[in-house]
């Protein structure tokens, strides 16, 4: 058996030969170490195989010896492969696909986010993509370590973050931070100073006053201490707990452009085709043109085979016509809406606040109106803040 697949990667020759000196060309043959089998002969005639590449000098040994060599058949591998080298476009193709495959091995094919759960995935993918990280992305170039950092660093609601190669798909473990709930009774704590501002009343319920009335305060400033001592020197920790109001300044900027660019959405649209590969997207249409400018949504489905996912995106653009309608507002009609947004503001994001009064600064550049609304407010700064053993 072994023999048999030998000669076949070898590629072998049935002949027949026949003539004066069948007898002298045997001899011979065998003295150049050709091997010859499965001789037979039948009708004066002597019929073998033999391997391929032995075949020529046999055939040169016969003609010396005056005898005549037909091949009958031949079989193997290099005969078959001879059959693709006549076809150069089919063994260039086949040669180009293997080099593409081998090299597609060094590109992102996929991005799988693990652990994320409920959270803005698309932002994430949005960042991850910005520094790089995004499917066609050539791997030997990107430094996971360093990329993993800096993107902790950039995405706020996430502690922890680890990207992994496995093969052409990129896995990035995220761990989302954790709200640390609020301290417990039992706890011992300080109170401290969440923004800047001016003490005009405390009510300490538990602890040691650190600041007096009237005393100006910076962001995390120590307020009410947790740790107590008596006459005796004894030291002891308590959970300090205190109401502290201030007088806060706070900011907030609202501009408006007194130039709108309105979009009034038409009845019709269009949708469009096209493919993505390795990132780079490949239109399924020939007609770039648009008779309107349009508001696009696409939908994407990836190229998934028993399981397998392939950098191969099938994208179906839906466009949704408009036509943009140019509206000029008056710099106190600006003024109105910039007063109602304030007034939402104010209800929003300042309720739980006293507003004692404001001053607004106005500024108008290139058709923007500015307004910078400063609030003196009276607000209670107090936040406690856990002691750790060593305090």
């Not at 005639?45 to 032995?54: D, H, P, S, V």
């Not at 492969?81 to 089919?90: C, D, I, P, S």
């Not at 761990?175 to 100073?193: G, L, Q, T, Y």
């Amino acid at each position: 058996m072994y023999v048999r697949m030998l000669r076949y990667c070898k590629g072998t020759v049935n002949f027949q030969m026949y003539g004066k000196g069948i007898e002298d060309c045997l001899n011979e043959t065998l003295s150049e170490g050709i091997k010859l089998w499965n001789l037979k002969q039948k009708n004066q005639k002597l019929y073998g195989c033999i391997t391929a590449r032995e075949y020529r000098a046999f055939w040169r040994i016969a003609h010396k010896n005056q005898t005549r060599i037909h091949m009958i058949r031949k079989a193997g591998v290099p005969f078959y492969l001879h059959r693709f080298f006549n076809r150069k476009g089919l063994v260039l193709g086949t040669a180009l696909g293997i080099i593409c495959l081998l090299l597609s091995q060094n590109f992102i094919w996929a991005i799988d986010i693990h652990d994320y759960e409920g959270k803005d995935r698309e932002y994430l993918s949005e960042v991850m993509e910005n520094h790089g990280i995004k499917i066609g992305a050539y791997i030997p170039t990107l430094d996971f370590r360093k990329l993993q950092q800096e993107i902790l660093m950039e995405v706020e609601d996430i502690s922890w973050m680890a990207l992994n190669r496995k093969g052409t798909v990129v896995e990035a473990e995220v761990s989302e931070k954790v709200v640390p709930p609020d301290i417990r009774e039992s706890h011992p704590c300080n109170v401290i100073a969440k923004r800047d501002g001016q003490v005009v009343s405390m009510d300490v319920y538990n602890g040691r006053e650190m600041v007096e009335l009237k005393q100006a305060v910076s962001k995390g400033d120590l307020l009410v201490s947790g740790i107590l001592d008596d006459e005796m020197g004894n030291v002891r920790q308590v959970h300090a707990d205190a109401k502290v109001i201030a007088q806060t300044v706070r900011t907030h900027t609202i501009r408006f452009h007194l130039n709108q660019s309105e979009r009034c959405f038409l009845d019709g649209g269009t949708s469009r085709r096209a493919i993505e590969i390795l990132g780079v997207r490949i239109p399924l249409y020939i007609d770039f043109s648009l008779p309107h400018p349009s508001d696009i949504k696409e939908e994407k489905e990836e190229l998934d085979i028993l399981g397998y996912r392939y950098p191969v995106t099938f994208i179906t653009e839906n466009h949704h016509y408009y036509e943009n309608l140019n509206t000029e507002y008056s710099r106190e009609e600006g003024r109105e809406i910039i007063a109602n947004a304030f007034h939402i503001y104010e209800e929003e994001e300042l309720k739980s606040i006293r507003i004692l009064s404001f001053k607004d600064q106005e500024i108008e550049k290139d058709g923007v109106l500015s307004i910078t609304r400063e609030y003196l407010c009276e607000e209670d700064i107090a936040v406690k803040m856990q002691l750790s053993i060593n305090e």
